[in-house]
């Protein structure tokens, strides 16, 4: 069963820059596209940033600029630099991968980690 597991989280101030990790328990080279997503009480689970197999990124438009995704085939990670942190940042963030199997779209996420943005 693959797995995703994500850490990097914790308490900044603003302006500050933390560096998600989120690692898999398998390769990673035949994953569709790995995403991040924000969470916070009350709130539907939102997409931040995502990268596809071949690298293509996209971010969403209040973290443009300021966040940056990546993915390392060989260590089987993709990262999530953020940068310029603003309180609004502030949510549990989770990796998220799709991938193909005996011909189905299958889907994982991560248990989420923890950033807080405050002074």
């Known amino acids: 069963q693959v797995q995703l597991v994500e850490s990097g989280g914790g308490l900044v101030q603003p302006g500050g820059s933390l560096r998600l990790s989120c690692a898999a328990s398998r390769s990673i080279s035949s994953f569709v596209t790995m995403r991040w997503y924000r969470q916070t009480p009350g709130n539907e689970r939102e997409l931040v940033a995502a990268i596809t197999s071949g690298g293509i990124t996209n971010y969403e438009d209040p973290v443009k600029g300021r966040f940056t995704i990546s993915r390392d085939n060989a260590k089987n990670t993709v990262i999530l630099q953020m940068n310029s942190l603003k309180p609004e940042d502030t949510a549990v963030y989770y990796c998220?991968?799709?991938?193909?199997?005996?011909?189905?779209?299958?889907?994982?996420w991560g248990q989420g980690t923890l950033v807080t943005v405050s002074s």
């Open positions: 998220y991968a799709d991938f193909i199997s005996r011909g189905n779209v299958l889907e994982i």
